[in-house]
Each structure stands twice: as structure tokens, then as C-alpha cells.
């Protein structure tokens, strides 16, 4: 599942859940997105940058409860719902992407490298994060 921010033509932001940035694509195309708020089917990807951890005075902060909190529940419903393909990822989902596999949701391990690459084909993957806890 993939998570996108998205904007309508009269400004309003909101949140998509979508299967992959495929399934994203076709509904965008087909004008099947419309906005929740004013109903306009005019529909983009708004930019993304989640923040979670905050840097005051040089160091890293924890950040709070509800946001730990929201991410476990994030990677624990990406990892009940994903086959873990381990270091072949990069591999799966080229093959995925190419229809030389079933599609379905994969996790793995990919470099930063394979990562680049992977979305300069048009294979968007996104990092689990990381908690705070893990890191202990």
C-alpha cells in the first residue's frame, strides 16, 4: 500500500491510500479521484516530506508519543500485509513492475543505490522507518 498527499485544483489537501503508484496512475487518468472537501476530480500529488524526528540545537529529538505511535501502527500493518522477499527486492520489483511477476506487496532490503535506481525507472519504494526503539 502507498500513501500519498494529494491536492485538488482549489487548494485542498488530503490523504490516498492506493494498492501501488499503478493503481494511483490509472485512477488519476481516468479522473476517478475527486476531492473529499468540493468534489473536484482535478486531483494531483501534493510534495511530501515527512518530519519525524525534530533537530533543536545541533541534536535529535524523540518525537512525540502519538507520532511513535502511528508509525508502529504504519509498519505493522506494511509488514502483515507484504510478502518479504529479503535482499532480492530490487529484483521482485523490477519484475513486478515489467508484469514478469504477479503483482502483490513486497518488502525487502535494497542499498540507496538500488533505491535511486528503482524510482528513476518508475519503481516507487519507500523506506519502513525506522523507531526511535529500534535503534536500543
Known sequence: MIKYSLRCAEGHDFEGWFRNSAAYDAQAESHSLSCPVCGVADVQKAP????IMKRT???LTKPPP???QAIR????AVISQSEDVGAKFAE???KMHYDEAPARN???QASITEAVKLREEGIEVMALPVLPDDLN
Open 73 to 76: 501502527e504504519l509498519r505493522t
Open 66 to 68: 502519538e507520532v511513535i
Open 48 to 51: 511530501m516530506a515527512p518530519q
Open 57 to 59: 540545537a545541533g541534536s
Open 106 to 108: 513486497i518488502r525487502g
Open 92 to 94: 521482485e520489483a523490477r
